[in-house]
């Protein structure tokens, strides 16, 4: 059994849930937030059988796409304080997706 992890744009999260739980998959949705650009995404954890670990990323792959997203930069200044330095493009994806061994799993 493996627990899949993906860290989803939030504009794709509802149709990469509602894709898997479709197909008949039992998910967790965490509101998370991205350490680089402080912005929210989520994370949808979701714990299958190996032969399953396919179809589920197949869906994600199809539900979310990357984009392209234009943030501000803040820099600190040598007489303190912060200023806004030039924007940055930074590609967002789509999913980052994680796939780990469970040792064990048990409902109680
Ligand atoms: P953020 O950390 O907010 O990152 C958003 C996007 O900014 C990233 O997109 C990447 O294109 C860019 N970026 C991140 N760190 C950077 C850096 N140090 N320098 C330049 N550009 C940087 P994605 O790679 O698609 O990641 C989307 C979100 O997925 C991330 O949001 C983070 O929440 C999560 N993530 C990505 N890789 C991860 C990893 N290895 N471990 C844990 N979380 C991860």
Known sequence: MKL?????????????????????????????????????????????EDSRVDEVTRIIRE??????????TVSESSMGGFFNAPLVEVTVGGATVFVIPIDHFEKI
């Not at 479709?22 to 949808?44: D, R, S």
Request: net charge positive.
């Open 4 to 48: 899949v992890m993906a860290i989803i744009n939030s504009d794709d999260a509802q149709s990469v849930i509602r894709g898997l739980t479709q197909e008949g998959f039992q998910i967790t949705k965490l509101a998370t937030t991205g350490g680089f650009l402080m912005a929210g995404n989520v994370t949808i954890i979701t714990g299958v």
């Open 63 to 72: 539900k979310s796409k990357s984009r392209s997203q234009t943030v501000p």
